[in-house]
Each structure stands twice: as structure tokens, then as C-alpha cells.
């Protein structure tokens, strides 16, 4: 379509498209054709009152209204939002009913709809009345099809992210994607001395430069690095290609010549950013807080290990902020005053009263550690981002385990917690972490071998240790559990019977067996024990480093024959309302067994899983205040998005975090392929707090 095609489109609307001629009258509208554009999605073109663009400024329509006519001729409104990235929408024409389109809610604040709106993106539509007011009609659209976010895509926080991710799913084609990356900003490492460009990220074949799409994505160990938008990089390096996020999913090789052609069809945009960026261990701002904190303190060197923390935190998909810099710093000055080791295993045989700490740990960046004799023991604080042991992923990474416990004590907290109180630890929390110990004391680590039958006991045992402080157990002696009612024993096909199966999920390929052999030997029957065998080998799946989303396991279990029956047929519900536009008010599962608390659970985690607050938040609704299921959906979405990525303003809250942090590190730190027991440093520590017990 041409341009003159477009106006002709736009002025035709402009007389018939609504109740009245807008091109007639005292206050009569006309095509602007000077400020005529080529957009993306196809023409832009703004019309304005015939006195303002015969010269009357004051008669300026303001904002100035404009549609975009596609290249099929048809008419949208583009967002008229400050930024305008949002999307276009339909114009309704007269006489016709009012069908406004239902965008997927991640594609609609993407910050990249401007580039045009496919009709993947559309769920459905919703039919308004001609006084403005919805009908509640809906029509679904056959051509919808999830997005990079729901397709279980790493997290997408920049425009340039997000772009790959929309052309990896096919949302975008190739030309259209690249039309958006001119405008958007890419990361390139430099020699933090010359802040030119490392040799290492140079390649030959194409030529081009690697390059990163957000700050998450950057290697660990970068230092320094230029962020600038992909027009200055075509000027500042030309000749060169750009090769994003190489070695992860999604990532592109956009050639020299590609973005010449492309630079070349987009002449209207202007090169804006270039800047050079330090991170954040190595910026002033640390380096000055640092000096201070050690004259202040008297430690001898606080800001020990922070290069090492931060790398480990990048591995990971994070970023120490500056302000996690400095509170690593004061923290480390805490641990030096009081001689504590930055690593390691506190004993329960160490005199501590020569220690002095904070009365607030957090606020002077600790955290609370526990030793074997259950005291508590401060040490630097994570916040999620790195595990402060040596310590490698192997079948499980750390950070996603972690998510997981925290986001099981939100989930379940959140549904009896009241709008602004704290949010303590419940019963089934203190299920999941005394199931966790019984599973340390029963099982050697790294665990690759048979599954022992004394497992049944497990469960028995842990109830014991809970039950009497004197068993042995210092998870028995911490207050925060001692404090919380003793439970009843539950029915057969209890929904607690679930909580072990995300416990047994630590064991890797055995997960499914160990889950069975720990509820059974508790009173499960058979179909609970099937459900807490699912649960464990879908929670070994979202434990992996790289894992696949929950749904995508889901299918792969049924496909595979492992489950049958009623468990296998509460996932297929819940993968089939994951598919429906309209199932938030879709409620199958209204009964309290652990099918139905896997079924519910799962409902809420495979529509958006993505979403932490959204799947928790939905579980709680939908189950009306069921505990477990909220608490399952909250580790499922807290396996994704790790601590960090759950709400900070529901971990604030969160009385046991540090508690919950502990045990999850310990869980993996036994069953990684680096455990404690196996290092002549703390076998004898570990083996008093976990003593063997099969």
C-alpha cells in the first residue's frame, strides 16, 4: 500500500465512518499529508482541524488524532499513551457491532505493541454495546496462540529481550522485529581500563560483536560495559554485526549488511543512547561505601568476597543492586568483628558469647542461620541471589530450590494472613521443612543409589522429632516452630500427603519412588500416593537449572505413562483450562483431597506461571482460601522466578524467610554434587546436625 492509498482510506473514514460528515462544518477535519508516515504496522496518518493546518495553531485538535492503516487496509487507533508503545486498536465503523479485542496482558505492556498487534495476540473479543457499556459477550479467537512468557521464555525486562522473545514465538516476523531493535539498547562487555571492546566477544563469520539484551544476561565477572541503542552501535561500529544473548534462548545474529538494509527502510529514527555502565560491586558508590564501613567498623577488609557473590548472583539470572553491595559490605564487616567464617557450617559447639550482633540483622545486611543445637547464627544475606556456599548445581540449582520453600510458606500464609499483618509460618510449611530434614537424616548426599524401604519411616520419625525437642532435631528447637499447634492425623488422601513430594524432588530421578515410600509409610493410599509421586517428579523437573515450564512437564508425565487415573486426569483439566480464555472462573476442583489440591494448584500455575502474584493470588481465590493449593501454586511459581522474583512486599512480611532460606540451602547443598559430608571441612559439623538414621 502507498501512501496516497493510505490517505484515500483515512479521509473516506473521515466522512463515512462514524454518525457524522467530519470533513464538513464549522469545525471540519482533514488529513495532515505532510506529517504522513511509514510505521511498522503500516501507515501513520494524523488529521487535524482545516483552520489548524491552514495556519490557526490555536485550533490545533490536541493530541493531535491520527489512525494507522494496515497494509489489508485496515484502520486502528495507535496507543495514546506519553510513550505511545502501547498497541493500536480497531476503529469501529457505523452500523457494525462493537467488537474490542482481548490482547494478551504480557503483549499489551510488552513496551514493543507499537510495532503492530498479530492476530495471535488477540484471545478474544469482547462485544460493547453502542452506549459504550460491555455486553459480556466474548468470542473466543482460533488464532491465538501463547506468548514468549506463557511458552516459558526466560524473564523478559527490556525491550530487546522482549523483541527475541516475541520472534522466537512467532509473533513477530523477521522484518518487524528488526524495525523494533533499531530503537532498542543493547549491552557490550569492555576492558574496564580502555572501555573498548573485550577481544572475547568478537567473533569472526559472521563478523560481529557479542552482545547482551539486559543486565541479567550479562557473563559473570563483567565489569564494565557500553549500553547503546543499536543505531549508535551501527555508527560507532560499522561493519560489524550484532550477535544477542549468544549461548541462551532466545538469541539472534543480526549481519552487518542486515542492518544496513534495515537502517536504510527506517530513515525517520535518530540514534539516542550511548553511555558506559559499571556493575555495581565495582561502582564509586560501593567502593566509597566500602572505605567508609571499614573505618567505621574496624574490619579489616568488609568488602572480601563481593566480586565472588555477585558473579555467583549472575549465574544465576540476577544482579546485586548497589544497594545489595553495600549491605554485602556491612554485612561482611558483621561476620569479620565477630570472627565468623563467611562459609562453612556453625557448630553447636561454639562458644558464642563473645559475639555481639545487631538487634536488626537485616537492616545491617545479615540474615539468620541456625546451627545444630537450633541458635540462631547471622550471617551475609543472600537476598535470594547467590548461595553462600561452595557449592555447584547439579541435578537442581539452588535458586530455584530456594523460590520454591519460599514461595510454599507465601502461598500458604498469605491465605489466613490479614491485609497488612505478618506473615507467619503455617503447619504445612512446618511439614515441608521437618520432612526435609528426615529426608537429609535418611539419605546420603550426593544421593545416585537404590531406594532404601526404610523411608516409610521417614514421615513417623519426623513427627516424633516434631512432637519432642529433645529427639535430636534443630529444627525442634527453633521457637518459631514450637509455637504452631500440633496437627492431626489427616485422612488417607489428605492434600498434605503433597508437601514430601516436593521435598522428594531433591532426589532427581528417584523423586517418584521416594514420594511414594514417604506418604505411604504415613497413611497415603494408593491414588494420594500416585498424586505425591506427580508432584515430585514435576517438581524435579522445575528444580533443574534450565527447566522446562510446569506445563510443558505436566504433558510430558501424562505422555509417558508414569501417572494414570484420577491424577493423570486432574493435570489434563488443568492444561486444558490453561488453554481457555475464559477459565478464571473455572472452579473443577472443589473437593480437599491431594487430587484435587494437585488439580487446583496446577489450574492457577500453568495459566500464568510466569506471574508469581497473579498464580498465588488466583490459587488462593480459586481454592477459597485452601492452603495447600495456594501453597503449591506459590512454589511452582517460586521455582521459576526464584527469591528475588517473588513479591518483595509479601517477603518483607514473611517471618520465617530466613528459616526457610536456611533449610533450602541445606536440601541442596546435601544432594549437590559438591555436599558437605563428602568435605573434610564439615563432614563432622553436618553429621551432627543431619545424624544418619537409615
Known amino acids: 500500500m502507498q501512501a496516497q492509498e493510505a490517505t484515500a482510506k483515512v479521509e473516506e473514514w473521515?466522512?463515512?465512518?462514524?454518525?457524522?460528515?467530519?470533513?464538513?462544518?464549522?469545525?471540519?477535519?482533514?488529513?495532515?499529508?505532510?506529517?504522513?508516515?511509514?510505521?511498522?504496522?503500516?501507515?501513520?496518518?494524523?488529521?487535524?482541524?482545516v483552520r489548524a493546518l491552514d495556519g490557526d495553531r490555536l485550533a490545533s485538535l490536541v493530541p493531535k488524532p491520527a489512525l494507522i492503516v494496515r497494509e489489508d487496509g485496515e484502520l486502528r487507533r495507535p496507543d495514546t499513551g506519553r510513550d505511545g508503545t502501547g498497541p493500536s486498536s480497531p476503529v469501529p465503523v457505523a452500523g457494525e457491532d462493537d467488537w474490542r479485542e482481548i490482547l494478551e496482558p504480557e503483549f499489551r505492556r510488552s513496551g514493543v505493541a507499537y510495532l503492530g498487534v498479530a492476530s495471535s495476540a488477540v484471545m478474544a473479543w469482547h462485544k460493547y454495546a453502542p452506549d459504550g457499556s460491555a455486553t459480556g459477550e466474548i468470542r473466543v479467537n482460533p488464532d491465538y496462540r501463547p506468548g514468549p512468557e506463557r511458552l516459558g521464555y526466560s524473564p523478559m525486562e527490556t525491550a530487546t529481550?522482549?523483541?527475541?522473545?516475541?520472534?522466537?514465538?512467532?509473533?513477530?516476523?523477521?522484518?518487524?522485529?528488526?524495525a523494533g531493535l533499531l530503537s532498542s539498547e543493547v549491552l557490550l562487555p569492555l576492558d574496564f581500563r580502555t572501555e573498548t571492546p573485550l577481544p572475547g566477544f568478537r567473533q569472526e563469520r559472521p563478523n560481529a560483536l557479542r552482545v547482551f539484551g539486559s543486565r541479567r544476561r550479562l557473563p559473570p565477572g563483567t565489569e564494565k560495559w557500553l549500553r547503546t541503542d543499536v543505531l549508535s552501535f551501527v555508527r560507532e561500529f560499522p561493519g560489524a554485526g550484532l550477535s544477542i544473548n549468544p549461548g541462551s534462548f532466545p538469541s539472534d545474529t543480526v549481519g552487518a549488511a542486515e542492518l544496513a538494509d534495515t537502517v536504510a527502510r527506517w530513515p525517520e529514527l535518530l540514534p539516542r543512547t550511548r553511555e558506559v555502565e559499571v556493575s555495581p560491586e565495582y561502582s564509586e558508590s560501593v567502593l566509597v561505601a566500602a572505605e567508609r564501613i571499614r573505618a567505621e567498623s574496624g574490619a579489616a577488609e568488609p568488602a572480601a568476597g563481593l566480586?565472588?557473590?555477585?558473579?555467583?548472583?549472575?549465574?544465576?539470572?540476577?544482579?546485586?543492586?548497589?544497594?545489595?553491595?553495600?549491605?554485602?559490605?556491612?554485612?561482611?564487616?558483621w561476620e569479620q568483628r565477630n570472627g565468623v567464617s563467611p562459609s562453612g557450617v556453625g557448630s553447636p559447639l561454639d562458644d558464642l558469647t563473645g559475639q555481639h550482633w545487631p538487634d536488626d540483622l537485616h537492616a545491617n545486611g545479615l540474615a539468620a542461620g541456625y546451627?545444630?543445637?537450633?541458635?540462631?547464627?547471622?550471617?551475609?544475606?543472600?537476598?535470594?541471589?547467590?548461595?553462600?556456599?561452595?557449592?555447584a548445581d547439579g541435578e537442581s540449582a539452588w535458586h530455584r530450590v530456594a523460590g520454591a520453600f519460599a514461595g510454599f510458606a507465601l502461598g500458604e500464609s498469605l491465605g489466613s494472613a490479614v491485609e497488612t499483618g505478618e506473615l507467619g509460618i503455617g503447619p504445612l510449611t512446618r511439614r515441608l521443612l521437618f520432612c526435609t530434614e528426615g529426608l537429609l537424616r535418611a539419605l546420603p548426599g550426593p544421593y545416585r543409589?537404590?531406594?532404601?524401604?526404610?523411608?516409610?519411616?521417614?514421615?513417623?520419625?519426623?513427627?516424633?522429632?516434631?512432637?519432642?525437642?529433645?529427639?535430636?532435631?534443630?529444627?525442634?528447637?527453633?521457637?518459631?516452630l514450637r509455637t504452631i499447634p500440633p496437627e492431626l492425623p489427616g485422612r488417607?488422601?489428605?492434600?498434605?500427603f503433597l508437601v514430601p513430594g516436593i521435598v522428594a524432588a531433591l532426589c532427581g530421578s528417584t523423586a517418584p519412588r521416594v514420594a511414594r515410600l514417604l506418604v505411604s509409610g504415613d497413611g497415603a493410599d494408593e491414588v494420594t500416593a500416585e498424586a505425591a509421586a506427580a508432584m515430585a517428579t514435576l517438581f524435579a523437573g522445575l528444580f533443574r537449572p534450565e527447566p522446562a515450564p510446569p506445563?510443558?512437564?505436566?504433558?510430558?508425565?501424562?505422555?509417558?505413562?508414569?501417572?494414570?487415573?484420577?491424577?493423570?486426569?486432574?493435570?489434563?483439566?488443568?492444561?486444558?483450562?490453561?488453554?481457555?480464555?475464559?477459565?478464571?472462573?473455572?472452579?473443577?476442583?472443589?473437593?480437599?483431597?491431594?487430587?484435587?489440591?494437585?488439580?487446583?494448584?496446577?489450574?492457577?500455575?500453568?495459566r500464568r506461571f510466569f506471574d508469581p502474584q497473579w498464580t498465588i493470588m488466583a490459587a488462593v481465590d480459586r481454592s477459597g482460601g485452601s492452603a495447600i493449593t495456594a501453597a503449591i501454586a506459590g512454589a511452582?511459581?517460586?521455582?521459576?522466578?526464584?527469591?528475588?522474583?517473588?513479591?518483595?512486599?509479601?517477603?518483607?512480611?514473611?517471618?520465617?524467610?530466613d528459616l526457610v532460606e536456611t533449610v533450602a540451602g541445606d536440601a541442596f547443598w546435601h544432594f549437590s554434587a559438591q555436599p558437605p559430608s563428602a568435605d573434610e571441612r564439615y563432614a563432622a559439623e553436618w553429621a551432627m546436625r543431619y545424624p544418619r538414621e537409615l
Open 636 to 657: 511452582v511459581a517460586g521455582s521459576r522466578a526464584g527469591i528475588p522474583g517473588l513479591p518483595e512486599k509479601w517477603l518483607d512480611r514473611l517471618a520465617a524467610r
Open 307 to 333: 566480586a565472588e557473590a555477585a558473579a555467583k548472583a549472575r549465574s544465576a539470572g540476577y544482579e546485586l543492586s548497589a544497594r545489595e553491595c553495600e549491605r554485602f559490605v556491612l554485612g561482611r564487616a
Open 449 to 480: 543409589g537404590a531406594v532404601p524401604s526404610g523411608l516409610m519411616t521417614v514421615g513417623v520419625r519426623a513427627r516424633r522429632r516434631l512432637e519432642d525437642a529433645r529427639d535430636g532435631s534443630w529444627l525442634g528447637r527453633v521457637r518459631e
Open 161 to 178: 529481550d522482549r523483541l527475541l522473545g516475541l520472534l522466537a514465538a512467532d509473533r513477530y516476523d523477521r522484518p518487524r522485529y528488526l
Open 371 to 391: 546451627d545444630a543445637a537450633g541458635r540462631i547464627r547471622p550471617h551475609v544475606a543472600t537476598g535470594g541471589k547467590f548461595f553462600r556456599q561452595e557449592a
Open 551 to 606: 506445563h510443558v512437564l505436566a504433558r510430558r508425565l501424562i505422555d509417558s505413562g508414569a501417572t494414570a487415573g484420577s491424577v493423570a486426569e486432574a493435570l489434563s483439566i488443568a492444561l486444558r483450562a490453561r488453554d481457555d480464555v475464559r477459565a478464571d472462573q473455572h472452579e473443577p476442583f472443589a473437593g480437599v483431597s491431594a487430587v484435587d489440591a494437585l488439580g487446583g494448584s496446577m489450574t492457577a500455575a500453568f
Open 492 to 496: 488417607a488422601d489428605d492434600a498434605g
Open 14 to 49: 473521515l466522512r463515512t465512518g462514524s454518525s457524522a460528515d467530519l470533513t464538513s462544518g464549522e469545525y471540519a477535519v482533514r488529513v495532515d499529508l505532510a506529517n504522513v508516515l511509514r510505521v511498522p504496522e503500516g501507515w501513520f496518518v494524523p488529521y487535524d482541524t
